[in-house]
């Protein structure tokens, strides 16, 4: 079973830009679907992005299009979310994710990282 574990979170203004990582580890990498994942306090946790096993298909929630960008390394056994111009709603704890098979994005993610606090200040 693969063991997530995400990095990159922080405290930055609107406007600024940060990177997730997440490292995976005892599993084939490749194998998983990688998404991202964020709960803002009081709400519930809401799918933002995924990518399939080769990089070929993505998924963006609507309100991070053209600002977030996901990606993977299939040799360093890590997915990244890049966010550029974040706003004060962005702010969350942003959680990695993956699965094996690709019939939905938002459903039936099995594996999960313990997240990392992303902080955007006005």
């Known amino acids: 079973q693969v063991q997530l574990v995400e990095s990159g979170g922080g405290l930055v203004q609107a406007g600024g830009s940060l990177r997730l990582s997440c490292a995976a580890s005892?599993?084939?990498?490749?194998?998983?679907?990688m998404g991202w994942f964020r709960q803002a306090p009081g709400k519930e946790r809401e799918f933002v992005t995924g990518?399939?096993?080769?990089?070929?298909?993505?998924y963006y929630k609507d309100s991070v299009k053209g600002r977030f960008t996901i990606s993977r390394d299939n040799l360093k056994n890590t997915v990244y979310l890049q966010m550029n111009s974040l706003k004060p709603e962005d702010t969350a704890v942003y959680y990695c994710a993956a699965k094996l098979d690709l019939r939905t994005w938002s459903d039936s993610w099995g594996y999960w990282g313990q997240g990392t606090q992303v902080t955007v200040s006005s």
């Open positions: 990518i399939d096993w080769t990089g070929n298909m993505r």
């Open positions: 005892g599993g084939t990498f490749s194998r998983y679907v």
